[in-house]
């Protein structure tokens, strides 16, 4: 007689770790509750618009920047800076996080409660 492939246990087991994967994500996570969105031009504070409001923002000086906030997350929607590497960024939305385009002296900073960044990657 041929033993089974899988076995009850098997499914139990894997049950139980994929249930266990799942807490530790829905709990490790970094939450945006109570982030605020710091933008700044030539290092001088010109806003700062809290993350659970959806809003546009945009910065001028030698380029322009057109910040989106949305879901809970800042990003880059347009510019016109000669590489484009602040919208490459991405969205960002832990505390510490942070996109910034060179070109244009411009940039924006996740502040408030949220995870401790130990770096961010885009």
Request: hydrophobic residues 45%; aromatic residues 8%.
């Amino acid at each position: 007689m041929k033993d089974k492939l899988i076995k009850p246990s098997d499914i139990v087991f894997t049950a139980v770790i994929v249930a266990v994967c799942i807490l530790i994500w829905f709990f490790a996570l970094p939450k945006a509750q109570g982030g605020v969105a710091v933008f700044r031009l030539d290092g001088e504070i010109m806003a700062e618009l809290p993350l659970q409001e959806n809003a546009e923002y945009e910065m001028s000086a030698a380029y322009t920047n057109l910040f989106e906030i949305k879901d809970g997350c800042v990003r880059v929607a347009y510019t016109d800076c000669p590489n484009h590497q602040c919208e490459k960024t991405g969205a960002v939305s832990a505390a510490g996080a942070s996109i910034v385009c060179a070109p244009n002296r411009a940039s924006v900073t996740i502040e408030g409660e949220g995870g401790q960044v130990d770096a961010v990657t885009g």
